[in-house]
């Protein structure tokens, strides 16, 4: 964290050095804010900034949930249609073969359309600002869906009809849906899936479609700007102004100090700045703190790591689905200790 | 944001002025309040903009939530209707073509339901306020449904028998839904719709009322007038005892200065302008901007931005229909970065 | 919300005025508290207070959200009853009008039940004693279920049998929506209604009795009386020990000033007064109006409009039910700007 | 409120007077602990205190609801007995009153489980210890549960078989939904219940196991330890530091006072006793209600009134049964205002 | 509470200890921070501290809540297995034997998977390090799961061959759960399960499918790391700098005191240490019991008790499935007060 905030802190010591020098050199011990009219504002800061993290807390706590309903509802996706889709109710028996087939099918699209949706995810917003921060990008990692494309992955679990209907429609996930709605529907009217089965399929479907919403909501509706700065002008200001009550307050010490021992008190003013670097930095990471959460799907090392969830139900789906171990990919590697 | 409050800084920076010069001019460096129950003021101003703050980022955040659950289950109602309508029950086989065409009708009807529902959000109430003040329409823009009348929207959705039976009730959303169930039912009557299918589509229905009923409460329902006033009162309590406070706490240190800058110290006093301004311009912006938030479909540029999210499910809805990208309307634009 | 208070400024003013002309006339200078046990006091205030609006605030606004589920509840209840209700299972055909009848009656009785528990949330309690303060009394207003009784409004609903047995119960509501499941039961006997939609409303009355059972926890559960006393205490510690700390501390102030001007300095003692009733009016309004709210249903100004609710629904079933506009009932006139 | 914090508030003018008379005796006034860690420790006090505030009354409130679910759900399974027990789909006719019997026993079964549940809820835990305080017991006022025993009240609603079965299982309320549970399979089996309600019937009883553990969670898992220790060190630590930074506050302004009035400014320093019993009264107060709170069952006045809510749904369910209304028990009567 | 923090609290002891000894034997009196800069951090902290505990909590009582809903399904899931698997529908009739023995199998696996979820939930994640605390391993207590294998336990509810399938799995309760499923299915296909019977179940499988995903989420996804060290590093940056405010004012007092009595005075210095240690015990501690919850499966002595929990519904359901009392299990042993 430290590390992390070094670009800030060194500004932090170059602010407050330069306050010092000034009133130092210059002699400005008489310029000075009181310090009452500075609680109201440490108040109001205080304020804003536990406001903001509580929402952004609130955001990034949402997201997990629905990503952790989105394993849930796969989970089940996965189990009911192995155990929903079979031939008791056909006019006519279908080979076991067949059957499966049509499970591995409609369990693939279903992990084309999460993936589907993790690219979606991924897509920049103008407000996302985060990740081009120097710290942010330093170690030079990023989430997988910036080192293939789309359709690339897509290829791997859909046919090439639905990967062309698919592409051709602005919502990627919201077409895939309606491709599986479509297929749980044909198989019903073969009778493969039982009519009471298929409305509970489409109830399914219907969860999917909630889920996904719910994350492109996050995603599309940023945490309303007039909020979040507020709270950046309104820590600049503390800051700002921080050093004009600070420094007199200081020197004034240091004065006494003079009175015994003169050369200890002339240089006292100079330990304003770890003091001054402290607060600062504390403040500043509070607020720092509350805006990298904001937009918890945007690639940085905070986010909800929806790869590292897909891929996991991706794995967990296909070893229930009876597939070799070494035929299924493995997970993301974590890099610096950071899973996407 | 500096820019949208400037009509108020400037107001802040007028009363301190008057009251520096008062002081400054009439010698009034007597009459002072003590700081002790400016704190108490203080304190419970921070903890009515608190409150006001969380409650109404509670309403916005209620408020996209609902309109996520509107996008979600019409998403869902198009793709049930597309499934669910099917003559595999009927008692004589339907055309391929008229099923098509019904599966049309309902999805423009609901359209047309969403069309209502945003215009119903548009209607002015007597307790919103925030769209007339000044800096809030100096940019001329407006949300679409203040560019043309329902009438006109409805027509390109629904029937002339439908719209006239709409037009004629109270709440034209609801008259809809009523036309929506009675149309589903009469398809179940036909045999096009399985009887357990119009079950699950009357609890689309349901949901589509329950989703309604909540967007009309957060309309209807306002933050409670009482809470509202608080805020106001009290904000203004402060600001203005604030200077009784602040200026002479100036004056005594432009005294101390005195005694060694005579002239630093006569003019001291002045520089209570930009402290008293920062100050009010914290508290005052706190407070505009828990204000701002109160009412979510009022039609200002914070606005929960239903009618992009609208028109955003009408695409879906078309494009999932097949029809032609080129005959589908285009997203409402962004003016001034502002989305209805 | 000056004129709410008027009574209250008035007592403070009274009490502030009795304490300032007992330190002026007694000279009683020397007598005071100290400001830091002062403090703690006012943190200890500040923080019930807070605690009680959060609470109190998260009452109203759950009682609104209780009978924004009984709108949706009674419009979907409207149209399922219109659209499930058919003769299409029935074992002989049945007229359309003898089914139009039934429709209408289960649709009336609904109205009835709502009717019931409005009356039931008005029912006074013996701890609602928020009604009887002076400020909200003396515009005479009070809400339409004292002006009427209920059996009054529920003959216009109910046929005479169902108005004596569901009088001879000592909760009308759940007697009433024991007859509509009996009915309902009943029309599925006969075959109007297929037995699984029978199911579905069955889960609609399942539904309303949770509702019901709702409004009537809010009604019956009170805030907890503790906290609602500690606050009053609370408050009242301060603003009674306020002076002593207050008065002092403006005499002090008064004899700097008398240093150079002697009347000044004599009267400054007096300004005490607005600066003290400032404070107090603030502690006090913001303890008043979290009072207001504990009991959402009371029938004042504050509370959630349950009879404007209800008749709304009203207008909306009948309207919906074909009835001509004009045999409907109109909204309840908002007077004073004040809806019930 | 007084009455009941009465040896508390005892305790603490006998701590302050001590204090003062070592203070005053020994003229100890040398001896003082400066403001500024009281203030650290006043705001870390202020904060767990009001964390244990929020937490406990999220608790009650959570309890309240539970058993504000247990009506509805009780409600709902009374009216779905009495519609969903019928003949319709037997093999051979069923007289009427057989069928009322069924009902009966249904009912009456139903209200042992609720008898159960609120013993259950009374047995006393090792971390439940309010109610053995002095002012908790001088009433002499208990809960209905601890006048008779479980089986003397089961025996009212159960067959002596049933009774048997339920008191060899260590959790009675479970037995007895079990119980429920096979009778309604064997009204299947017999036709009595057509198929589907009898799915419908499983689903209220899966509901009250819900309503069961959610209320068993609340009585079991207390809340943790770690923090009600918490509250209570903290507070005693400020309040028994407090002395030692008050005391010689109100000795120095005494000894101003003694320039001019010396027998007020030798006897001032007692003054500090009622204001140091005011703040500790405070402070203890919001503690001990806090800790009043936690445990909602125990049988204390502030507990969620479980014995007065089970009967009142016994009074509707049987009033609904047809029942004699002098035949039915009637309300526990509230006992100095207290309903358990 | 205070044994369980003696470490720390003789941490602070030698801390202040030094200081106090630096200021003393080097007249160091001159060097002191001002308390103003002070009181912004230690808001800053108080407001971070608050933070994590809020969320610490909500956490914990998430867990809780999760598992109390894994009591609830479990019991539906008992009895659901009972009433609902019966030959009612068979093609043939089967022996009550053979039907109690499928009703064993299925609701033994269902031990087995709460047993896997249990073991799951005691992996050590890397961030997890309460349990390394010297304080929290001193008394040698250990979870249950801790003392046995996951094999030598499943191997209690499964057969050979489920066993082996499940741990050929990656995730073993999601295995578990699909051999539930496959299992009812094929009851169903004999006809031993209703088939919409078959559908209530596998709705059960969807809840026991989310209430592992939850209870996994919770596992898996920590309190976010940065919140957790920003606490960390603040309460250590408010703790290391407070002597530096806290030994030079009573070193002021002790001057003051001097002047009567030499000795009291000299000494008075030493006075620091309780009152730094008490405060920074309160500050530390708040920290340490936020820290402490935040991982509630960890395997500590504050964790939500998943093993008493699994045990006792496996009690309730190995009774109600008619098992001799001395076959069951006991449940664990609380030692120490602990329940794990």
């Given amino acids: 964290m430290v590390k992390w905030t070094r670009f800030e802190t060194l500004s932090f010591v170059i602010i407050i050095g330069a306050w010092v020098s000034i009133y130092y050199f210059l002699e400005l011990d008489w310029f000075r804010i009181p310090w009452t009219p500075m609680a109201l504002i440490g108040t109001a800061v205080a304020f804003v900034i536990g406001f903001q993290n509580n929402a952004v ?46 499970v591995k099918i409609l369990t693939y699209r279903h992990i084309a359309w999460m993936t589907a949706l993790r690219y979606a995810m991924r897509n920049k917003k103008q407000w996302e600002t985060t990740s081009k921060h120097r710290t942010n990008t330093e170690w030079g990692i990023k989430p997988p869906e910036m080192k293939s494309t789309l359709v690339e992955e897509l290829k791997l679990y859909l046919s090439d009809d639905d ?15 309606y491709l599986q709605s479509h297929h749980i529907r044909k198989l019903k009217d073969k009778g493969i899936i039982w009519e009471f089965s298929f409305l509970e399929l489409e109830a399914l479907i219907k969860e999917l479609f909630t889920l996904q919403g719910q994350t492109e909501r996050i995603k599309n509706f940023p945490y309303p700007r007039q909020y979040a700065s507020l709270n950046h002008y309104f820590m600049w200001l503390l800051l700002l102004l921080l050093p004009m009550a600070l420094v007199p307050q200081f020197m004034d010490i240091g004065k006494e ?30 607020e720092r703190i509350g805006r990298t959460g904001e937009n918890p799907f945007e690639g940085t090392s905070n986010d909800v790591p929806i790869s590292t969830i897909s891929r996991g139900i991706e794995i967990d789906l296909r070893q229930n689905l009876g597939e070799d171990k070494s035929k299924i990919p493995v997970q993301f590697p974590a890099e610096h200790g950071v899973q996407f």
Same sequence: chains 1, 2, 3, 4, 5.
């Fill in 257 to 286: 100090i003079a009175v015994n021992y003169p050369l200890w008190g002339d240089i006292f003013i100079w330990f304003t700045i770890p003091i001054y670097t402290a607060v600062a930095w504390m403040f500043h990471t509070m």
């Fill in 57 to 102: 807390y609130g955001r990034i706590w949402e997201a997990r949930k629905i990503w952790g309903g989105i394993v849930n509802t796969s989970r089940t996706f996965g189990v009911y249609v192995q155990d929903m889709v079979t031939d008791e109710h056909a006019k006519e028996s279908v080979s076991n073969d067949s059957i499966k087939k049509e």
């Fill in 163 to 177: 990967l062309k209907e698919v592409m051709n429609k602005d919502n990627h996930q919201t077409a895939i849906l």
